[in-house]
């Protein structure tokens, strides 16, 4: 929040979207709130080019995503994952917007052209990792991200395990964890190149990793 008068404040909501562009030699023109003589809030009408970047409310209606330079399976397990509205449009016409990593991002970047050529909303991550996708799609969506320690402890429990089944050639048991959980846990195994499979029953149900034979 910038006050910029007594009465005036700017609002750069969410502050990673204005850096980002900021970086990129492109910044985006904040939400103006004022004050008025009766003491109300009013709220000018925000730029097409915030809007084009501004994280909607929780969709109903399901949307189509159209992926640069990212990994597929890692995205679709989170889109699962988190039954999220949201579909992988395989043709960029047949999208809502264009998702890329920073990486891909340059100034004269390609995914820039695509964005501006089809008039498509243009969202940069700072990387594929799996918590970066996760916060992206939760902030996107307006999730409650209350949980995401528990999800980052469940992705770091699942990288540590599979080290130790690639350092000691024998199978480790996670921690019980619930559906969608095990399954960001099995991305990590195929991603290690092992073999995973969910065991237990009810409460106790938990992934088994092992070496791929």
Same mark, same amino acid.
């Given at each position: 929040?910038?006050?910029?008068?007594? !009465?005036?404040?700017?609002?750069?909501?969410?502050?990673?979207?204005?850096?980002?562009?900021?970086?990129?030699? $492109?910044?985006?023109?904040?939400?103006?709130?004022?004050? %008025?003589?009766?003491?109300?809030?009013?709220?000018?009408?925000?730029?097409?080019? *915030?809007?084009?970047?501004?994280?909607? #409310?929780?969709?109903?209606? #399901?949307?189509?995503?159209?992926? *640069?330079? @990212?990994?597929?399976?890692?995205?679709?397990?989170?889109?699962?994952?988190?039954?999220?509205?949201?579909?992988?449009?395989?043709?960029?016409?047949?999208? !809502?917007?264009?998702?890329?990593?920073?990486?891909?991002?340059?100034?004269?970047?390609?995914?820039?052209?695509?964005?501006?050529?089809?008039? /498509?909303? /243009?969202?940069? +991550?700072?990387?594929?990792?799996?918590? !970066?996708?996760?916060?992206? /799609?939760?902030?996107?969506?307006?999730?409650?991200?209350? $949980?995401?320690? +528990?999800?980052?402890?469940?992705?770091?429990?699942? #990288?540590?395990?599979?080290?130790?089944?690639?350092?000691?050639?024998?199978?480790?048991?996670?921690?019980?964890?619930?559906? *969608?959980?095990?399954?960001?846990?099995?991305?990590?195994?195929?991603?290690?190149?092992? %073999?995973? @499979?969910?065991?237990?029953?009810?409460?106790?149900?938990?992934?088994? +990793? *092992?070496?791929?034979?």
């Amino acid at each position: 929040i910038e006050l910029r008068a007594r !009465d005036l404040f700017a609002i750069y909501n969410p502050v990673a979207t204005y850096i980002d562009a900021l970086l990129q030699s $492109d910044p985006i023109d904040p939400e103006i709130r004022k004050r %008025n003589a009766e003491g109300q809030l009013e709220i000018e009408p925000i730029s097409k080019t *915030y809007q084009a970047t501004v994280q909607p #409310t929780m969709q109903e209606e #399901t949307v189509s995503v159209f992926p *640069y330079g @990212m990994n597929l399976s890692r995205l679709k397990v989170f889109i699962e994952s988190l039954q999220l509205p949201l579909k992988v449009a395989t043709e960029i016409r047949n999208a !809502d917007f264009i998702l890329t990593i920073q990486s891909k991002a340059g100034p004269k970047a390609k995914v820039k052209q695509l964005s501006k050529t089809h008039s /498509l909303p /243009l969202h940069i +991550i700072a990387s594929q990792e799996n918590a !970066d996708i996760r916060k992206f /799609l939760k902030t996107y969506f307006k999730l409650n991200i209350s $949980d995401d320690m +528990i999800e980052e402890e469940a992705l770091k429990e699942a #990288t540590l395990a599979c080290k130790k089944v690639l350092n000691e050639s024998r199978f480790v048991e996670l921690s019980p964890r619930e559906a *969608y959980l095990r399954r960001l846990q099995h991305q990590i195994a195929h991603e290690f190149g092992l %073999n995973s @499979m969910s065991v237990g029953e009810d409460q106790n149900r938990r992934l088994r +990793i *092992y070496p791929r034979m």
